[in-house]
């Protein structure tokens, strides 16, 4: 199985700041990589796709970056509506994996 | 406009074979490349993806669950089913259903359903 690691369980962040999420998978999964966002009470919703598209309606400040092993979600200007949880996932081969998850709060 | 939403027991017993349902709409199973994805999510915990079932009716599992699963399709009715057998504990999660297509990633998701297992 391929295994995603998002390192940071945890990271503070403040109103306006750049943060970067990062994910790595235990072999090369190309760019088949999505980010999730998911927030208390609810269903995940898609951000990026491909690693690095946008999916439609996601903010611009949202941007998605690599390919292979290593993966960066970044979030510029952070917005108090950012305070979440993200999942990355790989779907380049069966079984599908996410990894673990990064919460973001505010400091 | 696709939607899904899961329905299940809420709480069922251990040992007993978990019955889950998507109702879905805005697409269709029939349709070339189309495919749906069953995830779950313990409380506080991460997601762990289950399986899937694809237009064609190809069907794959979790390895690490695979003897317990089973994942079916009703395209006439727009539902898919999962069935868990020999429930514990361990599968108490919120269980969501997901679109997927083209084996890409999951972009739309239902709402998810809280099971319970409990003596």
Redesign the interface.
Known sequence: ?IVMTQSQKFMSTSVGDRVSVTCKASQNVGT?V?W?QQKPGQ????LI??ASYR?SGVPDRFTGSGSGTDFTLTISNVQSEDLAEY?C?Q?NS????????TKLELK | QVTLKESGPGILQPSQTLSLTCSFSGFSLSTSGMGVGWIRQPSGEGLEWLADIWWDDNKYYNPSLKSRLTISKDTSSNQVFLKITSVDTADTATYYCARRADYDWFAYWGQGTLVTVSA
């Open positions: 199985d088949n999505a999730y269903s995940p919703k898609a796709y491909s999916y999942f996932q779907y069966y079984p599908l994996t996410f990894g673990a998850g």
